[in-house]
């Protein structure tokens, strides 16, 4: 594994995302390297290649193509942009005939996103329809997940009683909405609810529909603190406090035949609580794949070979402590960081993608502790069940054994996610299985040094024995300064795959706990986009920027800086080149570009000349022969 280097670390109180159970409180603790992990990999050489002119404007219905084959496109709006608060669902669907639809939570106005709900959108097989931040249902909800049958589509999100209406605050179940494949009319039911008003109710779905049946993952908030709701009661099943349970529905009879039940093994001998989206769920035929796991919970795979009807549990990787609950740690504990994922393949086996963390105890303040600093997709293959192995991370783009990941502090964190998070996956119709996943970008930093995150791809072109070594940067031509983040892996893969994301103009999730410095008003609407990525070009590693040594130039600092009017960037080249030069504000606007021809070999100086500009911080890029280097200049 690669070096990890934080500029900077603070002592922070836990974080909890919107609504999150706060059962686990975490102090994040000085960082501790990650014990080591064998990688298996494949390495597949690459060419650099030219990058194409990406942009992240925000234009209604603007296609964007990046690097002649790689196109996204806006396709929604959103004044939320809390979309998962770890593991990633489904929230993008690919059809057969070329037709895709996407969901994703939305809003059209802030805290306390009153109009919060499920927003949508389709493709008909030549357009998108307009983009728009509305809701499918007549009252909030969030969270959605999206799946699909031979005829209908379904979204579940789950019900938070909104500001201003009878028990406001309060969880209310599941909010189940349906409508055909051909139609636009949506009909909304509310599902799995509690009879007692103040009981709390689940929430944080995942479903699949297997055959004729629908099954449903959920967590049960935990309102022992009031900042959650206004209910009083607390769930408990199985002895665990506000526990993982899951639901079993029957379409063609249009009835549950079990509600909210805790899966076998999933008891108090190992769990103490449950948490909001730290688990996953796959269907294929009738074998349905359930994987749960927090930070410090056993990680197990629960899988049916009867469309739910029974279970068998294998525990992945066991957690020191039994039922954790504030018992002192000996030693520090790599385990998981929440975002899990979890396909099965043709044969029905269970490919499961955790992000890596690392927990210690902290012997100052008497709590525990988290390393952010952890880079790893880590993975495990039900076919080889002797070990778990790093797969992926957030690349070393310079090559100098040491990832610069800025500060990662309140105002950047994603909960209690590293810097490599969030995996999403599908297999193609060669039995090459590609990952995403969100990491930071150590080329890209804000005026405060924190780097913003990417989406990012990988592959195995042999059933995950080995896999490709070569991290793609598939978002970081979209323009620096920008954040694309949640990103979901369409099931369908053809000649391409297809995904969706968030994209922010700022560092980190907007909350007002964890991140004060994020105007929520300066930087809406958040924009929504689906983006399609040609597989050949993947395994070509011919897409986004690639983890390639830059030995064509050097780029020093700009001088004088700060400067008013001019400046010149010193660059070194070992050939004659042509060079192009752009500078952009921190939202990403472009006001200065300029093409260098035949800069010679060795040392140079490009002179730059941009008149009048308002005091500030900008960020120049220097490109050449598909090599890019980004840098800080001020303007005084």
């Known amino acids: 594994m690669k070096k990890i280097y934080l500029l900077a670390l603070s002592a922070l109180t836990g974080v909890a995302f919107a609504q999150q159970p706060p059962q686990k409180k975490f102090i994040q603790a000085a960082m501790q390297p990650a014990p080591s992990v064998k990688i298996v990999q494949e390495t597949i050489p690459v060419s650099p290649v030219k990058t194409g002119n990406g942009t992240n404007n925000d234009q209604i219905g603007k296609v964007t193509t990046l690097n002649k084959t790689v196109t996204t496109t806006l396709v929604g709006k959103s004044l939320n942009d809390q979309q998962s608060n770890a593991s990633i669902y489904n929230r993008l669907i690919v059809y057969p005939d070329g037709k895709k639809a996407v969901t994703w939570t939305t809003s059209n106005d802030i805290a306390p996103y009153v109009t919060r709900g499920s927003g949508y959108n389709s493709f008909n097989g030549s ?97 022992s603190s009031s900042s959650v709701s206004t209910q009083t009661g607390r769930v408990k099943k199985s002895g665990v406090f506000a526990p993982q349970v899951y639901s079993r529905y029957k379409i063609s009879t249009d009835q549950w035949l079990v509600v909210n039940q805790t899966l076998p093994g999933y008891d108090s001998t190992r769990y103490f609580a449950g948490g909001g989206d730290n688990y996953s769920i796959d269907a ?25 009807g029974t279970w068998t549990k294998t525990v992945i990787r066991q957690f020191p402590y039994a039922a954790w609950h504030n018992t002192k740690l000996d030693s520090a504990i790599r385990t998981i960081d929440g975002s899990l994922n979890v396909i099965l393949d043709a044969n029905d086996k269970a490919h499961c993608f955790m992000g890596r963390l690392v927990v210690t105890w902290r012997a100052t303040t008497n709590d525990l502790g988290v390393s952010l600093g952890t880079n790893s997709i880590d993975y495990w293959y039900e076919g080889r069940p002797d070990s778990i192995v790093s797969v992926a991370g957030a690349p070393d783009i310079n090559k100098d054994d040491s990832l610069s990941t800025g500060v990662i502090d309140s105002r950047t964190r994603y909960g209690n996610a590293g810097v490599a998070t969030m995996p999403s996956s599908a297999f193609g119709p060669d039995g090459t299985l590609y990952l995403i996943f969100s990491a930071l970008n150590e080329e890209d930093a804000d005026v405060s040094d924190g780097r913003f995150r990417d989406i990012f791809v990988t592959f195995s072109t042999n059933n995950g024995a080995t896999w490709n070594s070569n991290m793609q940067n ?65 395994k070509s590693g011919k897409v986004g920027v690639s983890e390639v040594r830059n030995n064509l130039f050097t780029v020093a600092q700009n001088f004088p800086n700060p400067f008013t009017y001019n400046t010149s960037i010193p660059v070194v080249f070992n050939k004659s080149v042509d060079v192009t030069v752009k500078i952009v504000d921190l939202v990403g606007k472009e006001i200065y570009s300029n093409e260098f021809m035949n800069v010679p070999s060795g040392a140079s100086q490009l002179d730059i000349k941009l008149g009048h500009l308002p005091s500030g911080i900008y960020i120049y890029n220097i490109e050449a022969e598909g090599y890019k280097v980004a840098r800080k200049m001020i303007v005084d």
């Not at 995904?499 to 008003?521: M, R």
């Open 127 to 223: 357009t998108w329809g307009t983009p728009t931040t509305s809701r499918i249902e007549s009252e909030r909800t969030g969270f959605p997940n999206f799946q699909a049958s031979a005829t209908d589509e379904y979204i579940i999100a789950h019900r938070v009683i909104a500001s201003g209406q009878t028990n406001a605050g309060n969880s209310a179940g599941l909010m189940l909405s349906k409508k055909s494949k051909t139609g636009s009319t949506w009909t909304s039911t509310p599902i799995l609810m509690e009879a007692n008003t103040n009981t709390p109710t689940v929430l944080w779905n995942r479903f699949v529909i297997s055959g004729d049946y629908l099954i449903v993952i959920a967590s049960y908030t935990d309102s």
């Open 474 to 538: 598939l978002t970081f031509n979209l323009g620096l300064n920008s954040e694309q983040m949640y990103g979901s892996l369409a099931k369908l893969v053809d000649d391409k795959i297809y995904l969706t994301y968030l994209e922010s103009d700022a560092v980190g999730v907007f909350e007002a706990n964890n991140n004060p410095g994020k105007a929520a008003t300066a930087i809406n609407p958040y924009r929504v986009y689906c983006m399609a990525v040609p597989t050949i070009d993947i």
């Open 284 to 308: 294929k035929g009738n074998t349905v794949a359930i994987l749960i796991g927090g930070n410090t919970d056993d990680l197990a795979l629960w899988k049916s070979a009867d469309n739910g």
